[in-house]
């Protein structure tokens, strides 16, 4: 296949790309700009461009060059001091015309101190002005300088979709499957490019593989795992060629603890069970990180003050657990469990039977359907369950529609009005306020693509061959109004899908499980003692995150509910 992926291949993409990605800063102070530049040549100077600007007004004129040249900008550092109409001209600029590239605000040291600045980072964040702020280099080889810049380049490198990346996928920009291959690949942390057939970077690719278009099938190269060269591939085939475990050795079949879902609760319980020497298997019927891993920016998680995309956060946790020893199979599903004597007994689709004498639930939930038959079938055609943020790209400059009021939403509109020419949220109830945090309103407010149709519902929508137009009924006049819309998400609720768990778990009329003083209430916990707070009614079977009954839809729950279940199943297991 042509030999090492990132040298010849690497070169002719490169040519490709023309111009190397420019680094930009402006600050009006010539010594401090000039300092700035320089650490910047000296960290960065090798594989970036680094343009220092005195004034927004070449500042602007720079960033409409790159664009009208379609040159990437991967930073845009812009200084504090300047007057604020000056400062959001050059933001503003960066984010329409260069969406993927970083945005911070060049703070000086102690600037801290001043509440102002405090005030002006938090509010240009809330309105998707800036990612964040970084501190001018004070000295020579500031390398706190240096190590905020190289993870501003690492972010953007995620984003840039003519970046060389670690898989490639080519297929028509129509294909459905390969848009399920995509999102399959961003969901799991796969870092991966998209090629249309016909493309001048998908010609390039095949050219160096010396492949034929694929026409109506997928071509998925993985470059950086060996150049695996992959034909219409199943989700499994995928995973496995990318080193992803769908299946067990014969002889693993026996465990301390079984987690049903890699959601980040699913997640936190096989760190802390297997960091603890419990012998732990997490299943996971899709893409590790369940729900969150669509996120496209979790902002409100402790300890990531720039915010982290839900498949990163999955895939952090993912790491963790599997280096204390933590087993997994991924795309498989339980779909049977018994309790036998003190183990029980999980059947796993297409894998065989494993025992575990103590089981976690934290399968998640599942987003409600429209029911709006000329959609279902436009399915992967510009309808999408959840917040599909892979597609974003594909999206530029059309039009998206986003159905739902909670933050998985409302982090989906922002996403895509990076975008998008136009983005529509539409909500049945009167204002988002209920339902969605304030950070996220306040962006949404100040989106300039972003509008919002309260009270209103879908119902109905089509296309040829793909998502065109849908259309709103406004619920108290019963009025109805035609948009165009080449992409809608829906999140408009989710269901548990717990119906395959034994009669002895008892759930409450929605499906969610019961658990603690809620399942010592019901008839079916029958023990002498009580359950413990995240036991279910079949004791050793524990529930938690979004499945569990009464739960706190937040990532920080889950995950504190999985650290904390795992003291509880050593108490079961003591006793047992």
Known sequence: MGGEPGGEYGRREAKLRAARPLLLVVDADPERLERCEAELERGFGSDYRVRGELTAAAALHCLRIAHDLQHRVAVVLVDRALPDDERSQILAAARTQHPDARRALLIEWGAWRDRDTASAILSAMSVGDINYYVLKPWTTQDELFHRTIAEFIQEWSRLEVTNLREVVVIASDRSVRAQEIRSMLTRNGIPNAFRASGSVQAGAVLEWLGEPDPGDGVLVWMSAVGGALLRDPTDVEIAEAWGVPTSLADEDTAFDLLVIGAGPGGLAAAVYASSEGLRTLVVEREAIGGQAGTSSLIRNYLGFSRGVRGSELAQRGYQQAWVFGAHFTLMRSVVRLEKDDDHFVAEIGDVGEVRARAVVLASGVAYRRLGVPALEELM?????????????????????????????????????????????????????????????????????????????????????????????????????????????????????????????????????????????????????????????????????????????????????????????????????
């Open 380 to 576: 992967g055609r510009g309808v999408y369950y959840g917040a599909s943020v892979s597609e974003a790209h594909g999206l530029m400059d059309r039009d998206a529609v986003v159905v739902g009021g909670g933050n998985s939403a409302g982090q989906a509109v922002l996403h895509l009005a990076r975008y998008c020419r136009l983005v529509t949220l539409v909500i049945r109830g009167k204002d988002l306020s209920a339902t969605m945090s304030q950070y996220l309103i306040d962006a949404i407010d100040a989106a300039p693509n972003v509008t919002l149709q309260t009270s209103r519902e879908v119902v109905d929508g089509g296309g040829d061959g793909r998502l065109q137009w849908i259309a709103l009924r406004e619920r108290t006049t019963g009025t109805e109004e035609r948009l165009n819309a080449d992409g809608l998400f829906v999140m408009i609720g989710a269901v548990p899908g717990t119906e395959w768990l034994p009669d002895t778990v008892a759930r409450e009329q929605h499906g969610f499980v019961l658990t603690g003083s809620d399942a010592a209430a019901d008839p079916a916990w029958t023990q002498d003692r009580p359950p413990q707070p995240y036991e279910t009614t079949l004791p050793g079977l524990f529930a938690i995150g979004d499945v569990r009954s009464g739960s706190v839809k937040r990532v920080a729950s889950a995950v504190g509910e999985g650290s904390v279940v795992v003291s509880q199943i050593h108490t079961h297991l003591r006793g047992s």
